[in-house]
């Protein structure tokens, strides 16, 4: 069994200075209501996102620029970022990848329950003497019955896309995902609060930290762990 250690990083952006260059493509775009494109200069975007964006509260400009993001999460998680529809989404599929031919499958293991060495075996000495133990060896011939067993359909002559049936929410899944910066603006808002899945925070919450990087101002306001109905009440 293949485990792999989840991400959600920035692909279009390099850094800081890519992102204001999104905010002053923002500024013109925003600019042509009152034809004061004229106006816009080197170092503007700030003072105009501050006032147009933030404080009167004209979000709708900030859709004229987009980010996009590649993950890589479990099943599940990848299931819960779908959802939100106004993105647009290109997911490594069951149907098509062959994990015998292709590459191995690998897998996400749950935070809650991280590997502890030599917990193969659930009769093992060492795993029954911690919870944490029982459950990663539980958890893990789990996951093995399902990779030996959609081995052998493939074998038995399955193809893929019925094969697939036995693979369990933990299996890696590369994920494409691009929005404009309004979408990710609400992501973010939803799926770094305290009730968010802690697998989904395990990347949300780094992802935060690099929109906060490398994209002036739009997203200082959000806070990790935050709840979930203080964020709704925020701007977006």
């Known amino acids: 069994m293949n485990i ?17 260059e999104l905010l002053r493509k923002i500024e013109w775009c925003g600019r042509i209501s009152h034809r004061s494109e004229g106006a816009q200069t080197e170092d503007s975007w700030e003072r105009f996102i501050q006032s147009v964006v933030l404080e009167h ?23 819960e970022i779908v959802r939100h529809r106004l993105f647009s989404f290109t997911q490594e599929s069951t149907r098509f ?18 590997p502890t060495s030599g917990c193969a075996l659930l ?24 990779e030996a067993s959609y081995k052998e359909l493939l074998a038995a002559g399955c193809a893929p896309q019925i094969a697939r049936s036995v693979l369990p929410n933990a299996l890696a899944s590369r994920l494409i995902v691009t ?17 968010a899945h802690p697998q989904m925070r395990q990347v949300t919450i780094p992802l935060l930290d690099e929109f906060k990087a490398k994209i002036p101002l739009l ?17 977006r």
């Open 4 to 20: 792999v250690g989840p991400y959600a990083r920035i692909m279009n952006l390099l850094d800081r200075s890519a992102g204001v």
């Open 57 to 79: 509260g004209d979000w709708s400009i900030v859709e004229h620029a987009s980010v996009t993001v590649d993950f890589l999460v479990d099943r599940g998680v990848t299931h």
């Open 97 to 114: 990848v062959n994990y015998e031919k292709k590459m191995p499958p690998s897998f996400l293991s749950p935070i809650d329950i991280p």
């Open 123 to 146: 009769n093992s000495e060492s795993v029954m003497s911690s919870v944490g133990g029982r459950q990663y060896a539980a958890w893990s011939n789990a996951v093995d019955l399902a």
């Open 179 to 195: 929005g404009n910066l309004r979408n990710w603006r609400h992501f973010l808002l939803m799926r770094t609060t305290r009730e």
């Open 219 to 235: 997203y200082d306001d959000i806070e990790p762990l935050a709840r979930q109905i203080d964020n709704m009440r925020k701007p």
